[in-house]
């Protein structure tokens, strides 16, 4: 490639991140409240092969900003090979990928050993702006995947929380020093149904004041707070609240449990901070990884885990 066309390429190149992150920061802009917020969540809940949830959160809103009706997602070559052919003059959707650069030249060296330099626009193409190719290689568009688990009843209750159970105390007994359920007792706060306290380390989830769904709920709220609270990352009060409801709200649709008494109160006092952009995008981003985390211990491999391909 010679000088004009490369610098043509790069300023087009940069061209591209600059919109993307102008898009961006507009998105972000747009959340002034908890229902707002809540709809953009609903998004992480869907499943299925190509599906969004193997984003990164940036790169899924970039995707709803530029597509909201996008079930999945694809490069135009990852569309041939799944039988399907992106229909000409349609438009691609541009996600930021990392570029990642290793900082040991060793041919034994693993992921640690690399550092993300920068970021360039990847051309990406919704389902929905593909048609399955002519002949026997053509196949349906992938279906958003709606995984459901029981978790109500006696046994499949017992097991959910051990799953939970083994997420936390993986931490580290410096992080999660304890899991128990228990009825309440004296001293208790009245107005909590369980909590992650940072000084002794121990969660606790009061039992036989709610349903085993809501106690599950619960638990999974908790667990939450330890992975993305538990360790060095301390926040205040309002982000945790919202990440760690958050992160409930989608494990909880993705299982199929009402969610339709979730809220988000603290959206608007977060959104009106002077650096709300970095805020919901570093939030989202801890979201999804600790949505990843607990469905993978649940659901195993049908929880589609994030790819950290693009940030």
């Not at 709809?39 to 869907?46: E, S």
């Not at 002949?135 to 568009?141: F, K």
Request: net charge negative; hydrophobic share 40%; glycine share 8%.
């Amino acid at each position: 490639m010679n000088t004009a066309k490369m610098n043509d390429w790069t300023q087009n190149r940069d061209e591209k991140i600059d919109a993307a992150r102008t898009m961006l920061a507009d998105a972000v802009g747009a959340i002034q409240s908890g229902d707002e917020w809540r709809d953009m969540l609903a998004t992480l809940a869907r499943g299925g092969r190509l599906s969004l949830r193997r984003l990164s959160f940036r790169n899924q809103m970039l995707v709803m900003i530029q597509r909201p009706d996008a079930s999945c997602v694809a490069t135009y070559g990852a569309w041939q090979k799944a039988g399907r052919q992106v229909r000409k003059g349609e438009r691609a959707l541009t996600i930021l990928a990392p570029v990642i650069v290793s900082k040991n030249t060793a041919e034994n060296a693993d992921e640690r050993d690399s550092v993300c330099v920068g970021f360039r626009p990847m051309a990406t193409f919704a389902g929905e702006q593909t048609d399955a190719l002519a002949g026997r290689h053509g196949r349906p568009l992938p279906e958003s995947v709606r995984i459901t688990k029981d978790v109500t009843g006696e046994e499949a209750f017992e097991n959910s929380v051990d799953q939970l159970r083994e997420i936390a105390l993986g931490l580290g007994h410096d992080v999660v020093s304890a899991f128990e359920l228990r009825a309440r007792q004296p001293g208790d706060c009245v107005r909590a149904h369980g909590w992650f306290d940072r000084t002794t380390k121990a969660i606790v989830v009061v039992t036989g004041e709610t349903s085993r769904a809501q106690t599950f709920k619960t638990a999974v709220h908790e667990v939450a707070h330890a992975l993305l609270n538990g360790g060095d990352e301390h926040h205040a009060r309002p982000e945790m609240e919202v990440e760690a409801e958050s992160v409930a709200f989608v494990v909880s649709s993705v299982l199929g449990l009402d969610t339709g008494a979730y809220s988000f109160p603290y959206v608007a006092v977060w959104a009106g901070e002077e650096n709300a952009q970095a805020m919901v995008l570093r939030s989202g981003q801890r979201i999804v990884e600790a949505v990843n985390a607990i469905l993978d211990a649940l659901i195993g491999d049908e929880s589609q885990p994030v790819e950290h391909e693009a940030a």
